[in-house]
């Protein structure tokens, strides 16, 4: 004992924080977050063709693949516990056009990936988009007439997309075009065509966001879009606007909601946890894999470290799981551990 005080103690009195971190046994026992593979939600990049994985440049490690090859990767998926995959489809320029009409192909490459994937590991969840920009050949994610994206005939083609798209298989039909109304119009397609189980998980809050650019490579929609999306995505700039759009999606019926990009909008996802009592999703998109990957590959960060960070974060914003290129990565991570 010694009667020497220190400045420190008249400041801290008896509250010290450090002893909750002072071994590993009270952090762990303290920690309030923890990311499982029950979290994970993993996007592919679809191809036509057979036995085709084809790396994308701007994404390393992200391979486009064949459908084969998809289910291949998807039962390792599966077998890492992973419990859903989102599906992106890179269609032939051929079949793109200014309506997207090709997403009304019953047996087109998306669709046929849902029924291959669902026969092959029935266990898995399949989530698929229904926004037009793989299908069309300006990259919108709606019909472009004039110099305009029409909210209405949109809805109705992806009311259509969605019914197509769920006789195929899929679980979750997740609309990221931003279109008014499209929520309340897709349940009563679904309904009506007898897909009552089927789910919806709106990307409810899309911002208008620089950070999809390597998905623009992976689809190969980045040299085809012709102006911006700031017409039907949300202002990076507007958070109330952003819980407004997502209050619609609830009423009209969205069973989980998602927030898109991920990381720099941790405020949002918080925001609409605190708001609805409805399962929230991150997706942490191509921009952000890209950065982590870029940095990583440089050695300036520690790679594995900050996945497994920024994984973590989403769970404290408030987040129910996350949609991430690093699934599998992170799948195996957690796996060792
Ligand atoms: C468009 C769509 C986008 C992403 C998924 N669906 C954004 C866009 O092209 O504007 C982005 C995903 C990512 O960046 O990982 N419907």
Redesign the pocket.
């Known amino acids: 004992m010694t009667n020497k005080t220190h400045l420190v103690d008249e400041i801290t009195g008896h509250r010290r924080m450090r002893r909750n971190r002072k071994a590993d046994w009270t952090r762990r026992l303290v920690q309030e977050s923890r990311l499982t593979v029950d979290d994970l939600i993993w996007?592919i990049f679809l191809v036509p063709g057979s036995g085709i994985i084809d790396p994308i440049a701007a994404m390393p490690g992200v391979n486009r693949m064949s459908v084969d090859k998809a289910v291949e990767a998807v039962k390792e998926a599966a077998d890492l516990g992973i419990p859903a995959i989102a599906t992106?489809p890179n269609i032939e320029m051929n079949l793109r056009d200014q309506t997207g009409s090709h997403i009304l192909e019953a047996n087109n490459l998306l669709n046929q990936a849902t029924a291959a994937i669902k026969k092959a590991v029935p266990n898995i969840g399949v989530i698929t988009?229904v926004?037009l920009?793989p299908f069309t050949s300006h990259g919108h994610?709606g019909i472009l007439r004039g110099s305009e994206i029409v909210n209405d005939e949109t809805v109705d083609q992806v009311v259509k997309a969605a019914i197509l798209q769920a006789d195929a298989g899929s679980d979750i039909i997740a609309p990221?075009?931003m279109m008014d109304g499209r929520i309340g119009a897709i349940r009563r397609g679904l309904d009506a065509a007898g897909h009552q189980s089927v789910g919806i998980m709106s990307y409810a809050t899309k911002f208008s966001s620089g950070?999809?650019g390597?998905?623009?490579e992976a689809i190969s929609?980045a040299g085809l879009l012709k102006g911006d999306?700031n017409s039907y995505?949300i202002s990076p700039a507007n958070g109330t606007e952003a819980v407004r759009d997502a209050a619609m999606d609830v009423e009209e019926g969205a069973d989980m909601l998602m927030v898109?990009p991920g990381l720099p909008y941790l405020d949002i996802c918080w925001r609409l946890k605190e708001a609805f009592s409805l399962p929230v999703f991150a997706?942490q998109?191509?921009?952000e894999?890209s950065q982590i990957k870029a940095a990583g590959m440089n050695g300036w960060i520690d790679e594995e470290r900050v996945m497994m960070e920024t994984l973590l974060c989403f769970k404290r914003a408030g987040c129910d799981g996350i949609l991430t290129?690093f699934a599998v990565e992170a799948a195996r991570r957690l796996a060792k551990a």
């Open positions: 996007p992106f988009d926004a920009d994610d990221s075009e950070y999809y390597p998905y623009r929609t999306k995505y898109k997706y998109v191509s921009g894999y290129y």
